[in-house]
């Protein structure tokens, strides 16, 4: 594997507040034409392999030399820019990532906080810890044994194996649901590992505090692929059944893109009240189909009394093509992938960026949750997520997702920084033992017994096109259109629509050069608050007489951010997050012909979620 370092993203922070004023339509024709693309220039095809079956099996080494801090500063070559090409210097500010330089310690478990500090105002509060016992004693973790693997399959499937697989499933689930609930076993329990690990239950040991926080960082992957993995092993202790395992909810592929009905029966184990009626209903239930297709971007503010949602291939084609965006053109090297470094030491949420594969997860938790509930329970909140069964099933296929995103060749290799290898969690296991787990021992599922089933990947060959041009002015869907204005500075106040044209710091770069580095996008500073949801789409060249959807390839991506409060600190005065957002751009400039230009148009299309500060945008490079 090779070692990629990259600065972490500077950060320029400002004290600015804007109100959304949201659109009810997907499409994005503009009225100005303050910028012109190139025309007819032929594209440089830089085409991704993704067809590999070299499956990556090999834990990285376990001992890897950090780069230097020097080296890491003077490895940055980014630009912040402002309209009409002026830009300034940025400052490479870092969250203090160079000063702690650690991997991110295990929680101090006996400073959990009571009730965890990210819980909404408009619930009872309620303890997220685990049982302490006064000989708490931690082991470290092994590696099991096994005679095969356990093959995680594919939820929607209906033959013998997978009935077989579900009942048992059913039946480990009443078993775990009937044990008291301060077993640590226990699902009231296990609901509470996520909540406690998301919303501001426990600080790191060594830095009492500073919380500690799995999301929006590199280690969003590594600890949910803990956590389902003693999941599954405590269910499967309970049925005394060692090659139980868990299903997987295969959103990315056509037949997997409606709630597997095992979850939806009424008198299951698996099933849970607290969803949107909507998207999964209960089983028997009248339903219109095209509502119960996922939608991988959803808006909730799309989704109104009166609206009708898109034909069924229309809604599916648009899936595939976002897949295709958040695993391929967005996931070329780690970083994009797993999201940007958090250390130990480092307060979270603190300009910290979500990877692809997080930010794909985010849409879905929304779309499960059920609006009824005050704030979107059970799905649509990190605290309340883990009651719903389907929540695993769910994260069943991110994980899969990233083994799947192991397989593609080119550069998508796991990191090899020490401060992610090493970084760790507690878990308790099927035997009640508070286990030690560090990230590198979960970068190959197979040391952990377990591989996901076979199935073909159908969105390998669905590329986002360019979008057509609207055939008539008097088109209904143009009156539909947010009004945009240009801005010429930072910070920048998105109470409707704006457009930045961004310089670009290299351009007609060779496929060589391309292969070793991957032209990204950061958008910086995004503050809000974190007790609400906040959702901005961005896109880039966008002309104004164009229709463009989320297949489009001017259509770079969307930020979502779910509500899991958290207070840095604990017991300091309450933060607004700080995060950011990043796209690779090297694709999407192909398809647009847009390689040779100067500089692109990014325009900020704001959703909702109220009092959002974005502090600066710049063109970065990753190796």
Not at 7 to 32: A, D, E, G, I, R
Not at 177 to 194: E, T, Y
Not at 308 to 317: G, L, M, Q, S
Request: proline share 7%; aromatic share 10%; charged share 25%.
């Amino acid at each position: 594997m090779v070692s990629i370092s990259s600065s972490p993203l500077s950060l320029m922070s400002f004290n600015v507040s804007f109100n959304f004023n949201t659109s009810s339509s997907l499409l994005y024709p503009f009225s100005q034409k303050q910028h012109q693309p190139s025309k007819n220039k032929k594209p440089k095809h830089h085409k991704i392999a993704c067809t590999s079956n070299d499956t990556n099996q090999n834990s990285p080494k376990e001992q890897e030399q950090k780069p230097s801090p020097s080296n890491i500063v003077g490895h940055r070559r980014n630009v912040l820019i402002g309209l009409g090409g002026l830009y300034g210097a940025t400052t490479l500010t870092n969250n203090n990532s160079l000063a702690f330089a650690d991997p991110v310690p295990i929680p101090d478990l006996t400073k959990c906080v009571i009730p965890p500090t990210g819980l909404p105002n408009n619930i009872t509060p309620f303890s997220c810890c685990p049982p302490i016992s006064s000989n708490l004693k931690i082991i470290d973790f092994e590696f099991p044994t096994f005679k095969k693997l356990r093959v995680r399959r594919a939820a929607h499937l209906n033959d013998s194996i997978s009935i077989d697989n579900f009942a048992k499933y059913d039946k480990a689930l009443n078993l775990m649901k009937a044990l008291p609930d301060d077993d640590p076993r226990s699902f009231v329990q296990q609901a509470k590992v996520h909540c406690a690990y998301c919303v501001g239950g426990y600080t790191q040991k060594g830095y009492p505090n500073t919380e500690l926080q799995v999301h929006f960082s590199w280690l969003f992957l590594p600890f949910h692929r803990w956590y389902l993995y003693f999941y599954e092993r405590i269910l499967g202790s309970l049925i005394n059944d060692p090659t139980f395992a868990i299903p997987f909810w295969n959103w990315d592929a056509p037949d997997g893109m409606t709630a597997p009905s095992i979850f939806t029966d009424p008198n299951s184990s698996l099933f849970d009240p607290k969803r949107n009626p909507k998207h999964v209903p209960p089983k028997n239930t009248f339903s219109n189909y095209r509502d119960t297709i996922v939608d991988l971007n959803y808006n909730k503010d799309f989704d109104v009394p009166g609206t009708i949602n898109p034909r069924p291939e229309v809604r599916i084609n648009e899936n595939l093509t976002w897949m295709y965006k958040q695993m391929i053109c967005h996931a070329k090297t780690y970083r994009q992938f797993l999201g940007s470094r958090y250390r130990g030491g480092e307060e979270p949420l603190q300009n910290n960026c979500a990877g692809s594969i997080e930010s794909l997860h985010n849409h879905h938790h929304v779309w499960v949750g059920d609006r009824r509930q005050p704030n979107g329970e059970d799905m649509g909140h990190f605290y309340s997520s883990g009651r719903d069964p389907l929540f695993y099933a769910h994260h069943a296929n991110v994980d899969r997702m990233w083994s799947v995103w192991q397989t593609l060749r080119g550069k998508r290799k796991d990191c090899t920084e020490n401060d992610w290898l090493e970084s760790s969690f507690l878990f308790y296991d099927e035997n009640k033992n508070l286990v030690k787990v560090k990230v590198k021992d979960s970068v190959d599922d197979r040391k952990l017994g377990y591989v996901y089933q076979n199935l073909d990947i159908p969105w390998i060959n669905h590329k986002p096109k360019p979008s057509k041009r609207v055939q008539s002015k008097d088109n209904k869907l143009l009156a539909q259109r947010p009004l945009r204005k240009f801005v010429d500075k930072f910070p920048i106040v998105l109470d409707s629509a704006v457009s930045i044209i961004v310089k670009r710091p290299k351009k007609s770069r060779s496929l060589k050069q391309k292969e070793v580095e991957e032209e990204i996008l950061v958008i910086d500073g995004i503050e809000f608050d974190d007790n609400i949801g906040v959702m901005f789409d961005v896109l880039v060249n966008d002309d104004d007489d164009k229709v463009i959807g989320v297949e489009n390839s001017e259509f770079l991506g969307s930020f979502l951010s779910l509500p899991h409060g958290h207070n840095h600190g604990n017991n300091k005065k309450k933060e607004k997050k700080k995060t950011c957002f990043t796209r690779g751009l090297t694709d999407l400039l192909e398809d647009l012909k847009a390689d040779d230009d100067d500089s692109i148009v990014v325009t900020l299309i704001p959703r909702y979620g109220d009092g959002v500060k974005i502090s600066g945008i710049e063109i970065d490079f990753e190796e």
